[in-house]
């Protein structure tokens, strides 16, 4: 069998999401919101399901759906992108980054990567064959710097991977971020895979900085709908990038799914071209639930870490005075305070022990947010 998934357990999130239910716990791990997001959405897909057909659309995404992505990242980010040829429709954000590291990587390519990063692209670049090159990033900036690019760039780098707003870590790379980056991309002629799918949950007025806004030859965005609409079930992703990248990855693309359920399309397509107003308020409504959480842990003594953006809010246990793994105190919480929350060494190769950070997601009701606390402070007494 293949090494790398040999090699592999169960995703953190499976895990964790399965003690909860077990255990009967409140579920602040995985990142998912407790109740569907846009009800208009969803109604133009049940529409379109009984309606239109439900035969395979086009490989590269339907019409009315491309067309709707160049549109809405125009009007929201300035992007200047053509629905025939700058944009790709897939199965979720991660087909979109699978399809965008088969599509590029060979054999002994090294990959920049930045720890702590999302659990998928490790296995998915070394499944290409790719090597990773980890940047470690630290609390609570998470930033890079010249000194570790330059440690990390060399002749044989073919891309990197970046996530911006970040999960874990929430931050959001900064326009001098990206130009710092730019100029090590560009001399080394390599790309960046972007993975921007919290463009959306960006919060206290900050403004998302897409790769195309930087790179437009040599970036590839990677979008998502499910996080947009807060329809996570619903796995329709969008990749956004010059002509001859969009072409090379759609190869890779008609292997992996082929294509996406044309309902869901017209649903996605629909929604995209909703007001403003719309977007700003689920938005708003997700600051408020980050607040809840964030002043509740504060007024029990917990430190926060800074959240610019995603559905997540990290708690600095060593900072807060909790002197323990981030694993060690998840799986107590889970089992003894009835809490369920994600360790962030789960986002670290090794040596992520000593990262005492726990994630915990907030797109919930109030409710489920005060039970959360109120487990979240039997989980500090256990300590
Ligand atoms: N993106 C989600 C998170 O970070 C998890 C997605 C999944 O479970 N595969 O929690």
Redesign the pocket.
């Given at each position: 069998m293949n090494p790398v998934y040999s090699a592999l357990g169960t995703?953190i999130?499976?895990t964790m999401s399965g003690l909860a239910t077990q255990l009967g716990a409140v579920n602040l791990g995985?990142?998912f919101p407790e109740t569907d997001g846009f009800p208009e959405v969803r109604r133009e897909a049940a529409r379109a399901l009984m309606e239109a057909s439900n035969q395979y659309p086009p490989m590269k995404g339907m019409p009315v759906l491309l067309g709707a992505v160049a549109e809405f990242y125009g009007r929201r980010q300035g992007l200047n992108l053509e629905a025939a040829h700058n944009v790709l429709i897939t199965s979720g954000a991660t087909e979109a980054i699978a399809a965008a590291i088969f599509a590029l990587i060979s054999e002994g390519d090294e990959v920049i990567v930045f720890e702590p990063m999302y659990d998928a692209y490790k296995p998915l670049i070394e499944r290409a064959g790719g090597v990773c090159v980890s940047v470690r990033l630290s609390p609570p900036d998470w930033r890079f710097d010249e000194a570790m690019l330059t440690a990390a760039f060399t002749p044989r780098t073919k891309a990197v991977m970046i996530t911006t707003p970040n999960?874990p870590t929430t931050r959001m790379l900064s326009r001098e971020d990206w130009d710092l980056l730019a100029g090590f991309v560009t001399a080394h002629e390599a790309y960046v895979i972007s993975d921007e799918v919290w463009e959306e949950t960006v919060f206290d007025g900050r403004e998302h900085i897409s790769v195309l806004n930087v790179l437009p030859d040599q970036g590839i965005k990677i979008g998502s709908a499910g996080k947009i609409f807060a329809l996570t079930g619903w796995k329709v992703g969008f990749v956004c990038a010059a002509a001859p990248l969009i072409t090379q990855i759609a190869k890779a693309h008609q292997f992996l799914t082929f294509t996406t359920p044309p309902a869901l399309q017209a649903g996605v397509a629909f929604g995209l071209g909703l007001a403003d107003s719309r977007f700003i308020e689920a938005r708003n409504a997700l600051q408020a639930s980050r607040d809840f959480l964030r002043d509740g842990l504060e007024a029990a003594g917990f430190v926060t870490l800074p959240a610019d953006g995603t559905y997540f809010l990290n708690i600095d246990l060593k900072g807060s005075g909790i002197a323990v793994s981030a694993s060690d105190f998840a799986l107590r919480a889970v089992h003894e305070a009835g809490v369920a929350t994600i360790p962030m060494d789960a986002f670290c190769s090794e040596g992520g022990a000593s990262m005492s950070v726990v994630r915990l997601?907030f797109c919930k009701s109030d409710a489920t947010l005060q039970r959360g606390l109120e487990g979240l402070i039997r989980a500090r007494a256990l300590f």
């Open positions: 995703t999130f499976t995985q990142g999960n997601c």
